[in-house]
């Protein structure tokens, strides 16, 4: 078993909690000199840098939330003189306008350490070919990755996301072995390659995916596996906190171990506020304890998680995160449920004659409609008598978010793919 910083990756939860404290109260102290934003939430909450002396004092200090770095955009929150920033970076802006991160020499290198901890995790050596199908540009997934992965000493293939037949071709050409991508993207891979008769199995040498961005299921996991014939990691980040490789899944791929060297990790209940213990679910908040030019105090990620309990039998020390259940923002209200666009996709993909992409639309007064693309094998060219397979799918459905949508089947194909992020929601409701 190799591991990229075993001392690091395997150290005693004593020791990981010495250094967490030792850490957390050099940031604290450092954005209280540094940043005026951080100056007054400190003020607010009545806490001064040397109240904290335990880890448990984290509590006593304020949260950040996404609003706050839209508020202080572009510089409000840099910790670092500005003529020593090495690079910007903006996050991809799923939800709103994009938030300026800003990244040190050391945040830079440290980034790329990390994220080549996740790599060597997962097997990867410097005898890996990796493409890397992210965005390349303001979006942390690309470089991040890259870095890593040349710190390793892969052949990195800078592909950047789209163009499926270069793709194809440079995977064929290059004997790549590990791909990074994005869920959706990987899936409209396999339908290209099926459609071009390539078989991965015999035509590649592709062995592994890291796959994240997104939220999605472990259903789609399988799906990607299958298709492709290779092992699927799970792969989490955000732009906020270096971007990816700040928890990935282990060979063992049993949840993502979170680098608690450098991250403070706390679930809570997302409308309290109320710390949550380990084991149940909540919203993942972030303490960043390394980062140098913008590190963030108690950030809200808004992504919905649980903290696996237990070690795990890689013998990293490090907790693991469960797969995110979605964004507490991706919830969708209809007709007064609760719904997460992750129940729908978990119906959709454990059914075999269904395809690999879905979109779910809201209309007028929370009509829900689901189009759904049907698998390639097997499909005749005809949708108009698949009704048993369409009723088999709203009673799913049905069972599953507890209110019944149409369901609309469409040919392989035929629903538009995203490059970066995948929409699969559509609310044109007037409200
Ligand atoms: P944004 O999407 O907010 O513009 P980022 O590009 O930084 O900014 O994306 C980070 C977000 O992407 C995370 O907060 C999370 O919601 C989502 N994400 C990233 N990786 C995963 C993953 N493996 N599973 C689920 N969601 C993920
Ligand atoms: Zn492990």
């Given at each position: 078993m190799t591991y990229w910083d075993q001392k690091t990756e395997t150290i005693e939860r004593a020791a990981l909690e010495a250094l967490q404290l030792k850490r957390l109260q050099a940031i604290v102290r450092r954005v209280a000199r540094k940043v005026p934003f951080y100056q007054r939430k400190l003020a607010d909450c009545g806490v001064q840098p040397r109240d904290i002396r335990s880890l448990a004092d984290l509590r006593r200090l304020p949260f950040t939330t996404n609003t706050d770095l839209r508020d202080t955009y572009p510089t409000g929150l840099l910790a670092i003189p500005s003529e020593d920033v090495l690079r910007l970076h903006t996050s991809s802006g799923t939800t709103g306008k994009p938030k300026a991160l800003f990244f040190s020499r050391r945040d830079v290198d440290n980034a790329a350490e990390l994220m080549a901890r996740c790599l060597v995790m997962t097997g990867v050596t410097h005898r890996d070919v990796l493409q890397n199908m992210m965005t390349y540009g303001l979006f942390t997934g690309a470089l991040v990755m890259h870095y890593g992965a040349e710190k390793v000493g892969c052949l990195v293939?800078?592909?950047?996301?789209?163009n499926s037949e270069k793709q194809l071709l440079l995977m064929q050409d290059f004997r790549t072995t590990v791909i990074h991508v994005t869920p959706s993207y990987a899936l409209y891979l396999a339908d290209f390659m099926e459609k071009k008769g390539v078989d991965p199995r015999r035509d590649l040498a592709l062995r592994k995916a890291f796959v994240g961005a997104e939220s999605y299921t472990e259903e789609t996991r399988r799906k990607i596996e299958q298709a492709l014939g290779i092992d699927v990691y799970n792969s989490y980040g955000l732009s906020e906190m270096?971007?990816?490789?700040i928890a990935f899944e282990c060979e063992h791929k049993c949840g993502m171990h979170i680098w608690e060297d450098n991250f403070l990790i706390e679930i809570i209940?997302?409308?309290?506020?109320e710390p949550l213990p380990d084991g149940q679910t909540g919203e993942l908040v972030l303490t960043a304890l390394c980062r140098e030019a913008m590190p963030l105090l108690?950030?809200?990620?808004r992504d919905i998680t649980s903290i696996i309990p237990g070690p795990c039998s890689c013998g990293r020390t490090h907790r693991r995160l469960h797969r995110m259940t979605g964004r507490s923002d991706d919830m969708l209200i209809v007709r007064g449920v609760n719904i997460y666009p992750q129940q729908i996709e978990r119906v959709l993909m454990s059914?075999?004659?269904?395809?690999?992409n879905y979109q779910i639309v809201l209309e007028g007064l929370d009509e829900m409609t689901i189009n759904v693309e049907l698998a390639e094998a097997g499909f005749d060219g005809h949708v108009e008598h698949l009704t048993r397979l369409q009723s088999e799918i709203v009673d799913r459905l049905r069972a599953e978010i507890l209110t019944k949508p149409k369901v609309h089947l469409v040919p392989p194909g035929t629903l538009p793919v995203s490059?970066?992020?995948?929409?699969r929601v559509i609310d044109n409701r007037s409200l």
């Open positions: 293939i800078p592909a950047g996301p789209g270096n971007g990816p490789g209940d997302p409308r309290t506020g108690r950030y809200r990620t059914l075999p004659s269904v395809g690999r490059e970066g992020k995948a929409k």
